[in-house]
């Protein structure tokens, strides 16, 4: 029997550290990352794809800063809206390509779609979120003297800038997806979804931040009632004593062994700490989260690579 699988696509599949930010370069990576997605529609599971956009809308928001003198600069909700298009339109346009290639029912949409938070949330006052390339020390620091930017040093690679990512409450148009995945590959709640709140009249405004995409991609399995929740990374399984003579990797653990190993500091807060948070969280729902490597999606939800983190028993 298929499943229902929501598929977190992280930021790597479109963009590889260091890469020039070209079209080209990064629609060959979606090319690669389409042919992995259909493969999965291929095994017979029916999937709703949300993805990473932090060197696409932290790329935007430099052209703006860029052409502010000839082009008033757009506010990081709209960078948000323009990157899930763009992205969008890239997976969306390989995905069928792909499909049509394989004599398959090419039903694919791309929708753009509003994430709704808290405007109070504490991650207001509390920038977290990198987004964008990566700088040398020299250059972040000037970045803070000259744009006001918050710029942290980003696990060894380099200064990114930060913004605020709160917690994601409501995916706008979750009953649309649920009609739609029964027969077409929906993506959607990309780069984490555009950040809006409602005001005391029920009306939708934006803010200023990027959601994670995990997290987004966390509310989305929930909401439209996901069998499972994958995370695609760059690393086949989640490791514990990383890069020690000890290292081991996990295979298939229940919620309190993954608690338990977070509790014990194994996992970095800015890498794979909040994959690992949100696939705790979809677990404690009654059903499985996966974390693995694109190439191995098809195996993972076979059962047979990746890192599961399952119910307790």
């Not at 590889?16 to 930010?21: A, D, L, N, R, V």
Request: charged share 25%.
């Amino acid at each position: 029997m298929g499943k229902y699988v929501v598929l977190a696509l992280g930021g790597n599949a479109i963009l590889q550290p260091g890469q020039e930010t070209t079209f080209e370069n990064q629609y060959n990576n979606v090319k690669n990352a389409a042919s992995r997605m259909a493969d999965i529609k291929e095994s017979g599971h029916q999937i709703v794809v949300t993805h990473g956009n932090g060197p696409q809308v932290g790329n935007i928001i430099v052209q703006n800063e860029a052409a502010k003198d000839q082009v008033a600069p757009m506010p990081i909700d709209v960078c948000n809206a323009e990157s899930q298009g763009f992205i969008g339109y890239m997976l969306e346009s390989a995905l069928k390509n792909d499909l049509i290639r394989r004599n398959m029912d090419p039903r694919v949409v791309s929708l753009l779609t509003m994430v709704e938070v808290d405007k109070d949330d504490p991650a207001f006052k509390n920038p977290s979120k990198p987004i964008g390339v990566f700088f040398t020390e020299e250059q972040a620091r000037l970045m803070e003297e000259e744009e006001g930017f918050t710029m942290v040093e980003d696990a060894g690679r380099g200064y990114r800038r930060v913004v605020p990512s709160p917690e994601p409450m409501v995916i706008n148009g979750v009953d649309a997806i649920k009609r739609l995945m029964e027969d077409t590959v929906v993506i959607s709640s990309g780069g984490g979804g555009i950040p809006v709140y409602r005001d005391d009249n029920n009306e939708i405004h934006g803010l200023e931040a990027v959601i994670d995409k995990d997290r987004s991609g966390l509310k989305l399995a929930e909401q439209v009632n996901a069998d499972t929740f994958i995370m695609l990374t760059d690393v086949p399984n989640v490791y514990i004593n990383y890069g020690k003579e000890n290292e081991a990797k996990l295979e298939t653990i229940t919620v309190d062994e993954a608690k338990k190993h977070v509790a014990d500091g194994q996992f970095p807060a800015g890498s794979m700490l909040p994959k690992i948070q949100a696939a705790i969280e979809f677990a404690e729902t009654g059903k499985e989260s996966i974390i693995c490597a694109l190439a191995d999606a098809v195996e993972a939800l076979e059962g047979k690579a990746g890192t599961r983190i399952v119910p307790n028993k």
